[in-house]
């Protein structure tokens, strides 16, 4: 199995980049929460637990209660990448969070970001 640097970082070290680029853009803390909660299944206590824990992005993925059914319907381009055609399960989720994020700081309404 290919082990990215990324899949031992601290999710917690990403994640005020997540809440800093949706901020610049209007969007607030807690919808960025919103975004994470609805893909990984945590809830929103859980997940200040996993910010506090520090835990790797490897472990926060694989520890999540439930990957959204519709996770499959985030698709397109992050860092020119394709996201339906990564084949790591693990960096396809990553990508698929960091396209989550990009849509709410890009402004879009959140139920379409949430695929409602």
């Not at 992050?78 to 960091?98: A, F, K, S, W, Y």
């Amino acid at each position: 199995m290919d082990h990215h640097r990324i899949f031992a970082m601290p999710f917690a070290s990403v994640y005020p980049h997540y809440v800093t680029k949706a901020a610049k853009k209007g969007r607030t803390q807690p919808e960025v929460d919103e975004v994470i909660c609805w893909l990984t299944g945590y809830s929103p206590s859980a997940l200040l637990q996993q910010l506090e824990q520090k835990t790797t992005f490897e472990a926060f993925f694989r520890d999540a209660p439930r990957l959204h059914p519709n996770a499959d319907r985030i698709t397109g381009l992050i860092c020119g990448v394709r996201i339906e055609t990564i084949e790591h399960p693990l960096m396809q989720n990553i990508r698929r969070l960091d396209k989550l994020v990009d849509e709410l700081a890009k402004g879009r309404p959140m139920a379409k970001i949430l695929r409602g």
